[in-house]
């Protein structure tokens, strides 16, 4: 099995798209494939909204393009970053993609304590996914 950690724009032959660079890398014959948003949040105080799009040329994935989208609503809460992301090739031409990120917010005692939502997602070429994610804390 192929497992790689991501942080650059060309990872295993998928081409991950940077502001600037969305648009070339989105450019995909059979149509691009994305996701439901998944969106977890502590209400009130943050939202994390993860998003993936895909092209699948030939029965490969050629390109994906993940992407979070992170709101802070309360004033005791901070947006820390993406903390992990990876990316693996599975043996039948599926793809999984990983992300978890982070936030931190004060506690009734102004404790500082932080919380990382998480997403899996497991995409096939023709377009047919599954996700799962939680909160951990």
């Known amino acids: 099995m192929n497992v790689l950690v991501c942080s650059a724009i060309l990872c295993a032959g998928l081409t991950f798209a940077v502001p600037g660079e969305a648009e070339a890398a989105r450019e995909?014959?059979?149509g691009a494939k994305v996701i439901k948003?998944?969106?977890?949040e502590d209400p009130g105080r943050w939202t994390y909204t993860f998003d993936l799009s895909w092209c699948a040329e030939g029965g490969s994935i050629v390109w994906a393009e993940p992407s979070v989208a992170a709101r802070v609503h309360s004033p005791a809460c901070r947006w820390v970053g993406r903390v992990e992301e990876s990316i693996k090739q599975l043996p039948d031409k599926t793809w999984s993609v990983f992300d978890m990120s982070e936030f931190s917010c004060l506690d009734a005692s102004g404790k500082e304590h932080g919380v990382?939502?998480?997403v899996?997602?497991?995409f096939h070429p023709a377009g047919a996914y599954?996700?799962?994610g939680d909160i951990a804390v």
Not at 37 to 40: G, Q, R, T, Y
Request: hydrophobic fraction near 45%.
């Open 37 to 40: 948003p998944v969106v977890l």
């Open 130 to 132: 599954d996700t799962s």
């Open 28 to 30: 995909c014959a059979s």
């Open 116 to 118: 990382n939502p998480w």
């Open 120 to 122: 899996v997602v497991t």
